[in-house]
């Protein structure tokens, strides 16, 4: 399933990139995301790992089999000294070569929980590097989004300082007509042309955060930085919706149910290490195939077989280093606890601070909203004042970056509560994307 993600991913960013400039959706950024974002690896290296120590838990459980091939070539004939007639007499052997070919297995019978212990470990930390791997691909989605959105809402920054620019542009110009026909001093000329210069620098910032913006979203995707990016959509298309009763998940996030793993985990290792020293019941099967040569004539080879089985019983002594191990052991399994506790208690705090943030993020798109109505009413007043020779075109043009002003606060305002509601459902345990 890895490796047809991975493709499906390689294959839309071939299809998104090799005629240049293509517009990217935010779906396809999050699948973007999932795949070739950095963040993805770490839990990724973890879980290979955590697969061999699965592997080394169920190896202490199983049967050990070994063989041993031994070979021995005698350079001096070995003597037995003998008693014969009140005379010690050194009897040769005669022996000239040795082999030995065997073959044992050893099965751990009981061992007072340590390799249940281990096994039940190694799955927790599985279960644990798989709620790891949800909670950091919610994440990865959380942070696409955001600078997708980003993106999008510095690209209507851009295009209302661009608006501001030529609106206060087009002012100017019709002063300076009027000042050569004598309508206008020269205080209203230099009035529009501050008006007019005081453009420029909000709108090269503009511009640059919005590249600032697409070149964070193309790190985060793994997209070339020299690659032509247009995202497709606005804010205005975009809606998160949350309900009050998410709060009911928050304790089973993935972030939540990792560390609740790690505890069990870190309790089992504690086990491990608090029965170090009880002793092991073991059972062992031993066959064995002797090859000996000697010079005698009578019986110049011998090859004896034996096969035999029987129980060991390893008592471990205890020392200084096998309590240390285990208190040690115990002190990570109580931290395990209290990061466990630590994290509930944040979990149910960040979840209301989110929801907090996203009503007020709420009323704020609301009062923006009445901003740019009154706004618009209020650039309408002025078009017919200024019809009817009421208002000077300085105050038309006012009333009009008024009015953009207002349509760029609520592009913030619409951002705002985008990613507060994103946040609010990443607090409950939810992914934060839902059509």
Known sequence: MKDLRFAVAALLLTLLFAGGASALTLEQAIELGHQRSLQMQDPQIDRERIGGRIKEAWANALPDVSAQVAAQQYWRIPTVP????????????????????????NQPLYTFGRVSSGLKAAYAA????????????????????????????????V??????????????????????????SDYDVLRAEVQAGNQIPALRQAENALHLSELSLKEL????????????????????????????????????????????????????????????????????RQFAGSNWKMNSTNTPVSLYGGLALTIPIPSGKSLGLAQQAHADWEGAELTLSKAERGALLQFQNAVTSYQAANASESAAELAVQQAEQARRIAQTKLAQGQITTLEMNAAQLDELVARVSLAQAKYDRLVAAAQARVAAGLPPYAK
């Open 221 to 288: 995707l793994g997209v070339p930085m020299d690659t032509t990016l247009t995202v497709e959509g606005d804010l205005t298309g975009y809606t998160i919706p949350i309900a009050a009763e998410d709060s009911a998940k928050v304790l089973q996030r993935d972030d939540i149910e990792a560390l609740r793993d790690l505890a069990t985990m870190y309790r089992n290792l504690y086990i491990i290490n608090r029965n170090s020293w009880m002793p092991i019941l073991g059972g062992q099967i031993q066959y064995a």
């Open 126 to 157: 599985r279960r644990s590097n798989a709620h790891l791997i949800s909670s950091t691909d919610r994440s990865v989605s959380l942070d696409v989004m955001q600078r997708f959105w980003t993106v999008l809402l510095m690209r209507e920054v």
């Open 159 to 184: 295009n209302a300082r661009q608006t501001s620019l030529a609106v206060s542009d087009s002012a100017l110009k019709r002063i300076q007509q009027m000042r050569a026909v004598g309508l206008m």
């Open 82 to 105: 003998v008693k014969f007639g009140g005379q010690t007499v050194l009897l040769q052997l005669n022996q000239k070569d040795n082999a030995l070919a065997s073959a044992t297995l």
